[in-house]
């Protein structure tokens, strides 16, 4: 049923059996005006015109005005949330606690929550006296709106027999507060029948459901008084519901609790389900169905090189922002410098210009770039000193020292004072324990650690220090869009960097040399870096095969946490080189590190394993056989590479029996292994590496494919300097 219709139905029974129950001089003033056909015809009609002024001025979504051409319904978007008990938040947990807890999590989420979510609108439901909070942009506003709708509904989820009556609390700034008074003005612009005394009536019988919306933007000079006010009129009116918001650190900043009989709840951070549910309810115009564009984003969203901007969708207010950039652009920008800036302005200044909030008087000496400059100085110490929590006296220490360097910063700020204004207005800095805070997502601390070290010129040390560091890899990517036309030297930078790590390693050169050389005239007509990363992942297979075969215990202990240094580097090259191969050679579908000496390897886990099964390496040889165009096509042909597939297939034929000892199986296992490296040009002693020959390729591959994705994110890379740049890649001068 149409919400209209069905509010209508629902909300004119109770507004009618108000009053008619009314007593008393508030009955007369209802009834006496009026018959009682009247009553009920002015009664319904006046039901009629709340329920259509409620749906165009409370659920009516729009956000963003240079982006959103024209609001959405409420009902057509809305998700549903879910709601945490204040005491299940790490309020009491230790800065060593809290960064072992979201380490330990493996997901980019600051949300430390022990307890199991609840259905928000349930909550509501049973719950007379509600306070909901959360940060800047979380929904609690949507929230309460939502809960009037429900309560409006015939058969809403609210359960209660009830009349919601919305109050934005930001709008009382005069210093005479009455909330009958506001309430009652709500119901009079309606045409409620004599709408002081109903008001009274409602209120006398328990039937209102009031809204508080905002208790954070009341102005600050009347926030004592409000709060008092509301008080009061709670426990005058006891019988009634009410449900009320306001923004986290406003509420825990107050001295005392502000409404003490009300249950505290949190707004929970959306999860996967509760985004993918907000994408598919946002993207469902017949075209986007047709389309599949919510599947399409959705998707998009889990890919690895989204996932800090797949944590900003967790956050409502900036999900709404990303779908807005891909509805308008049906991409998200590989650039992510300009998306992410574009996100801390709306946190920054413009979501609370939107709500024509009346800003902490700090703000009018405080402007938004100098608090960016701030804040970012603030992400990238503690990036350096690889804390994602700090604790609140050191943070303040930060700001007063900030202060204090700045020519032009207002005298009269202090470092607290200006902690607490970011936390209330903007919510970045977000206090996650007690006198314990962190950014409020990682994404964000991200970009302005970037921005630091863009401003502070800083890229030198960033790349000296940090470049193989993986915490760091996002940091990277947002400062190459930073640069605009000057990306390109910061990729050389890297580049030169990353040559140092095999430059100390004579084995090293000499493998990277060979890649360069092997491959230099190959039949393949694909870019020559991708030839040389996927020779480089080939002859990485066979090395992983070579310690096999020096030490069996490799095998079983590669993928657990017995597995030695130079095991687990030497597995991540490959990985990396494989990366560096797919990602260049878009348009060829075979994967050349994979089809080569596998069936080496199998041989060894038979050998090592007898469970495993015979007919298995003499499948992967004849696969290897067949593979050998996929390896012409990145090495040079020559008579043992021409050879190779006569080989294999004999090979094949000579397996072992089931039967066989495990000398036998090691025999037939060299024997495959002499065959590829003789067709390569390689040696065993070429692929041998020690820990610390197999850690400097592991750090000199991951550079190299951390670069190329510098390059995606880069604004603008001249053609002939990344042409020259990328011939350098992946090889070294003789």
Same mark, same amino acid.
């Given at each position: 049923?149409?919400?209209?219709?069905?509010?209508?139905?629902?909300?004119?029974?109770?507004?009618?059996?108000?009053?008619?129950?009314?007593?008393?001089?508030?009955?007369?003033?209802?009834?006496?005006?009026?018959?009682?056909?009247?009553?009920?015809?002015?009664?319904?009609?006046? /039901?009629?015109? &709340?329920?259509? #002024?409620?749906?165009?001025?409370?659920?009516?979504?729009?956000?963003?005005?240079?982006?959103?051409?024209?609001?959405?319904?409420?009902?057509?978007?809305?998700? /549903?949330?879910?709601?945490?008990?204040?005491?299940?938040?790490? &309020?009491?947990?230790?800065?060593?606690? !809290?960064?072992?807890?979201?380490?330990?999590?493996?997901?980019?989420?600051?949300?430390?929550?022990?307890?199991?979510?609840?259905?928000?609108?349930?909550?509501?439901?049973?719950?007379?006296?509600?306070?909901?909070?959360?940060? @800047?942009?979380?929904?609690?506003?949507?929230?309460?709106?939502?809960?009037?709708?429900?309560?409006?509904?015939?058969?809403?989820?609210?359960?209660?027999?009830?009349?919601?009556?919305?109050?934005?609390?930001?709008?009382?700034?005069?210093?005479?507060?009455?909330?009958?008074?506001?309430?009652?003005?709500?119901?009079?612009?309606?045409?409620?029948?004599?709408?002081?005394?109903?008001?009274?009536?409602?209120?006398?019988?328990?039937?209102?459901?009031?809204?508080?919306?905002?208790?954070?933007?009341?102005?600050?000079?009347?926030?004592?008084?409000?709060?008092?006010?509301?008080?009061?009129?709670?426990?005058?009116?006891?019988?009634?519901?009410?449900?009320?918001?306001?923004?986290?650190?406003?509420?825990?900043?107050?001295?005392?609790?502000?409404?003490?009989?009300?249950?505290?709840?949190?707004?929970?951070?959306?999860?996967?389900?509760?985004?993918?549910?907000?994408?598919?309810?946002?993207?469902?115009?017949?075209?986007?169905?047709?389309?599949?564009?919510?599947?399409?984003?959705?998707?998009?969203?889990?890919?690895?090189?989204?996932?800090?901007?797949?944590?900003?969708?967790?956050? @409502?207010?900036?999900?709404?922002?990303?779908?807005?950039?891909?509805?308008?652009?049906?991409?998200?920008?590989?650039?992510?410098?300009?998306?992410?800036?574009?996100?801390?302005?709306?946190?920054?200044?413009?979501?609370?210009?939107?709500?024509?909030?009346?800003?902490?008087?700090? &703000?009018?000496?405080?402007?938004?770039?100098?608090?960016?400059?701030?804040?970012?100085?603030?992400?990238?110490?503690?990036?350096?000193?690889?804390?994602?929590?700090?604790?609140?006296?050191?943070?303040?220490? #930060?700001?007063?020292?900030?202060?204090?360097?700045?020519?032009?910063?207002?005298?009269?700020?202090?470092?607290?004072?200006?902690?607490?204004?970011?936390?209330?207005?903007?919510?970045?800095?977000?206090?996650?324990?007690?006198?314990?805070?962190?950014?409020?997502?990682?994404?964000?601390?991200?970009?302005?650690?970037?921005?630091?070290?863009?401003?502070?010129?800083?890229?030198?040390?960033?790349?000296?220090?940090?470049?193989?560091?993986?915490?760091?890899?996002?940091?990277?990517?947002?400062?190459?869009?930073?640069?605009?036309?000057?990306?390109?030297?910061?990729?050389?930078?890297?580049?030169?960097? /990353?040559?140092?790590?095999?430059?100390?390693? @004579?084995?090293?050169?000499?493998?990277?040399?060979?890649?360069?050389?092997?491959?230099?005239?190959?039949?393949? *007509?694909?870019?020559?870096? =991708?030839?040389?990363?996927?020779?480089?992942?080939? =002859?990485?297979?066979?090395?992983?095969?070579?310690?096999?075969?020096?030490?069996?215990?490799?095998?079983?202990?590669? &993928?657990?946490?017995?597995?030695?240094?130079? =095991?687990?580097?030497?597995?991540?090259?490959?990985?990396?080189?494989?990366?560096?191969?797919?990602?260049?050679?878009?348009?060829?579908?075979?994967?050349?590190?994979?089809?080569?000496?596998?069936?080496?390897?199998?041989?060894?886990?038979?050998?090592?394993?007898?469970?495993?099964?015979?007919?298995?390496?003499?499948? #992967?040889?004849?696969?290897?056989?067949?593979?050998?165009?996929?390896?012409?096509?990145?090495?040079?042909?020559?008579?043992?590479?021409?050879?190779?597939?006569? *080989?294999?297939?004999?090979?094949?034929?000579?397996?072992?029996?089931?039967?066989?000892?495990?000398?036998?199986?090691?025999?037939?296992?060299?024997?495959?292994?002499?065959?590829?490296?003789?067709?390569?040009?390689?040696?065993?002693?070429?692929?041998?590496?020690?820990?610390?020959?197999?850690?400097? !390729?592991?750090?000199?591959?991951?550079?190299?494919?951390?670069?190329?994705?510098?390059?995606?994110?880069?604004?603008?890379?001249?053609?002939?300097?990344?042409?020259?740049?990328?011939?350098?890649?992946?090889?070294?001068?003789?």
């Amino acid at each position: 049923m149409p919400l209209i219709e069905s509010a209508i139905g629902g909300v004119a029974g109770t507004v009618i059996d108000t009053a008619l129950k009314a007593g008393g001089a508030v009955a007369n003033q209802i009834k006496g005006a009026y018959t009682e056909t009247q009553a009920q015809q002015k009664a319904f009609a006046a /039901a009629q015109e &709340y329920v259509k #002024r409620y749906d165009q001025r409370h659920c009516q979504v729009k956000v963003m005005p240079g982006l959103m051409k024209e609001p959405l319904p409420l009902e057509d978007i809305y998700t /549903a949330v879910k709601l945490l008990d204040e005491q299940s938040i790490h &309020y009491f947990a230790g800065l060593d606690d !809290l960064e072992e807890t979201y380490r330990a999590k493996g997901r980019r989420s600051f949300g430390l929550e022990e307890s199991e979510p609840r259905d928000g609108i349930q909550v509501a439901s049973a719950e007379q006296y509600l306070m909901v909070l959360g940060g @800047p942009g979380i929904g609690k506003s949507t929230f309460l709106r939502k809960i009037g709708l429900e309560a409006l509904r015939k058969n809403g989820q609210i359960e209660r027999d009830c009349i919601p009556v919305l109050i934005e609390l930001k709008e009382l700034r005069d210093e005479t507060i009455d909330l009958k008074q506001k309430i009652a003005a709500e119901f009079a612009t309606c045409g409620f029948p004599e709408a002081d005394a109903f008001t009274e009536a409602s209120l006398a019988q328990g039937k209102l459901l009031v809204l508080l919306d905002g208790l954070d933007e009341v102005p600050t000079r009347n926030l004592n008084q409000v709060v008092e006010h509301i008080e009061k009129f709670v426990d005058a009116h006891s019988n009634n519901a009410f449900v009320a918001s306001c923004r986290t650190a406003a509420y825990r900043g107050s001295h005392g609790t502000f409404l003490k009989r009300f249950t505290d709840v949190t707004l929970a951070e959306f999860d996967d389900e509760q985004i993918e549910q907000f994408i598919r309810r946002w993207f469902r115009s017949a075209l986007d169905l047709e389309a599949g564009t919510a599947d399409i984003y959705w998707q998009l969203l889990q890919k690895d090189e989204h996932k800090a901007t797949k944590e900003l969708a967790q956050t @409502p207010l900036l999900l709404t922002f990303l779908c807005l950039v891909y509805d308008r652009e049906n991409l998200l920008p590989t650039q992510r410098s300009a998306l992410y800036g574009k996100a801390l302005d709306i946190l920054l200044s413009e979501w609370a210009a939107q709500k024509r909030l009346e800003q902490d008087p700090i &703000y009018k000496g405080f402007h938004p770039d100098l608090e960016k400059v701030l804040l970012a100085q603030i992400a990238y110490d503690s990036f350096e000193q690889d804390q994602l929590f700090f604790l609140k006296d050191d943070i303040i220490r #930060r700001i007063s020292e900030f202060l204090a360097d700045t020519l032009d910063a207002p005298k009269h700020l202090d470092g607290a004072a200006v902690l607490r204004a970011i936390e209330r207005q903007q919510g970045i800095l977000v206090e996650r324990a007690t006198n314990i805070h962190s950014f409020s997502h990682l994404t964000l601390q991200e970009y302005l650690a970037a921005f630091h070290i863009k401003e502070e010129g800083l890229d030198a040390e960033l790349i000296a220090h940090h470049l193989t560091g993986r915490r760091w890899r996002e940091v990277f990517l947002l400062v190459t869009g930073l640069q605009g036309n000057k990306a390109i030297e910061f990729l050389k930078a890297i580049e030169t960097t /990353a040559c140092t790590y095999v430059a100390k390693h @004579p084995k090293l050169i000499t493998l990277v040399q060979w890649a360069d050389t092997s491959t230099i005239d190959s039949l393949g *007509q694909f870019n020559p870096l =991708a030839k040389r990363a996927a020779a480089i992942a080939s =002859a990485i297979d066979i090395a992983i095969d070579i310690a096999i075969a020096i030490d069996s215990a490799i095998y079983g202990a590669i &993928y657990s946490a017995s597995a030695s240094a130079s =095991a687990i580097a030497i597995y991540s090259a490959r990985a990396i080189a494989s990366a560096i191969y797919s990602a260049i050679a878009i348009d060829i579908d075979i994967d050349i590190a994979s089809a080569i000496a596998s069936d080496i390897a199998s041989a060894r886990a038979i050998a090592i394993d007898r469970a495993s099964a015979r007919v298995s390496a003499i499948d #992967r040889a004849i696969d290897r056989a067949r593979a050998i165009d996929g390896i012409t096509s990145i090495f040079m042909t020559n008579p043992q590479l021409a050879d190779l597939p006569s *080989q294999l297939k004999r090979m094949s034929t000579i397996v072992p029996a089931d039967e066989a000892s495990t000398e036998d199986w090691q025999n037939w296992a060299n024997e495959l292994e002499a065959l590829w490296l003789e067709a390569l040009g390689l040696t065993q002693a070429d692929l041998t590496f020690n820990k610390e020959e197999a850690e400097a !390729l592991q750090n000199y591959l991951y550079a190299t494919e951390l670069l190329l994705k510098c390059k995606d994110a880069a604004v603008r890379i001249p053609k002939q300097a990344w042409a020259e740049l990328e011939a350098r890649l992946l090889t070294y001068p003789s």
